[in-house]
């Protein structure tokens, strides 16, 4: 819809294939339901960094189109927006709704004929040129230069299954190969279903593979049936995801304000102070209740034991319990449980500061697409507002 308003701003004759009946359906799940337009926690230098070894890419883009071109120009539509916590921008009316119909009118203002129900078949294509599309009615239609922009293969309820890599794979153009991102992720310990439920705030999150740590994180998780999920499991879950070859672990630190020895020695102190405490109680004092005694069976201690009672051994397997609480990774959810997709077209053939194919003079690529993604927060649509605007706004019209 980006691309294709520019494009037509510009004076360009333009024609929306949308599959779908409807227009910008995986908008309107974005933000559950609210939609997070972008992120103005960084400027463009700093956002760069988020998007991990391929967000250089995005430089110029966000250098022509990023975060205030944005604001100023969902401002310039109607769409009033807010600011919440993280820097997360939303419509004040906390409906995407309101983002799509926004953008549908821009593109009907622009003359953009927008034909839905249009499902292309394949693309036909010359000597590095696209000369025309082919939709499943065996209707030819025929252009001076096509943009793809289908987004990835995440909730592909909304119509978005992959059709564009599966197009670009039969042009030549590499495709890194797609999988779920921003998506909970399943353990193979069957004692999480136990703790399903359970949400905590403010909790180390940890990747090691190897006995090397990977990378870190921190916020809330969420205990599901078969593993975990949560703002700081999402965010993780795309590195995970490129780790999986070989075992990956996740290691919780529940009590990431102190260190282990100096929590061992609180435990101390509290035992030698509660001597009539069994450690069950002790324990049900600082965690939820459906954690204490998972933490208890991990370490083989009876919850009925007297604090005073307790080793010095379990008391550091405690300890060690409550700061590297560790869980084997299974596989990410499907892409149905993804928020985006990690993987896609390979940005090294197109040229970032025009969106353009490498391989084909009159073909421009957007959005998720890209082999690129972000962590939650307004990030990935800012991918979609900036190249989109970029690939309309770089079309030569004659």
């Keep these: 819809m980006m691309a294709a ?19 910008g359906r995986k908008l309107l799940a974005t933000g559950n339901g609210r939609c997070n337009l972008t992120n103005i926690s960084a400027d463009n230098k700093q956002m760069i960094g988020v998007y991990g070894r391929n967000g250089k890419f995005l430089f110029s883009a966000f250098n022509k189109f990023g975060v205030a071109g944005t604001l100023k120009f969902f401002a310039r539509l109607g769409v009033k927006t807010k600011i919440e916590d993280k820097g997360r921008v939303f419509p004040r009316s906390n409906r995407a709704s309101d983002v799509r119909q926004a953008l549908v009118e821009y593109l009907k203002k622009n003359n953009v004929e927008i034909r839905l129900g ?4 394949k693309i036909i294509a010359g000597d590095k040129k696209i000369d025309k599309v082919v939709l499943m009615n065996n209707e030819e239609i025929i252009g001076k230069n096509f943009v793809i922009a289908t ?11 992959g059709d564009g890599y599966k197009w670009l794979a039969s042009l030549g153009h590499t495709i890194n190969i797609p999988r779920p991102a921003l998506t909970p992720i399943t353990v193979k310990e069957k004692l999480v279903k136990r ?24 916020g809330e998780i969420i205990f599901t049936a078969d593993g975990v999920s949560g ?13 999986l070859s070989a075992p ?27 001597n009539n405490k069994v450690i069950k109680n002790y324990l049900l004092a600082g965690l939820p209740p459906k954690l204490a005694p998972v933490i ?3 370490i083989g201690v009876d919850g009925q034991k007297p604090v005073n009672m307790i080793t010095r051994g379990e008391r550091q397997a405690l300890a060690c319990a409550l700061k590297e609480f560790t869980l084997e990774v299974k596989e990410l959810k499907g892409f149905d449980k993804a928020m985006i997709t990690a993987g896609g077209a390979d940005v090294k053939e197109a040229d ?22 972000g962590p939650t927060g307004g990030y990935n649509l800012q991918i979609c507002w900036s190249t989109g605007y970029t690939a309309g706004d770089s079309i030569i019209i004659s």
């Design 5 to 23: 308003a520019r494009a037509g701003e510009r004076g360009a004759r333009v024609i929306v294939l949308e599959k779908n009946n409807s227009l």
């Design 118 to 121: 249009a499902s292309v078949k």
């Design 151 to 161: 987004g990835g293969k995440s909730h592909p309820e909304t119509g978005s299954i």
């Design 195 to 218: 703790l399903e439920g359970l949400s905590l705030k403010n909790i180390g999150v940890n990747i090691f593979q190897n006995k090397k740590k990977i990378i870190s994180g921190f």
């Design 231 to 243: 703002p700081a499991i999402i965010d993780l879950s795309g590195r995970v995801g490129a780790l």
């Design 248 to 274: 990956v672990l996740l290691r919780f630190d529940f009590c990431p304000e102190i260190e282990i020895k100096e929590l061992e020695k609180k435990m101390q102190n509290d035992f030698h102070r509660s």
């Design 296 to 298: 208890l069976e991990l």
């Design 352 to 373: 970032p500061k025009t969106m353009r194919s490498r391989l084909y003079q009159n073909l421009f690529l957007a959005g998720e697409i890209f082999d690129m993604d």
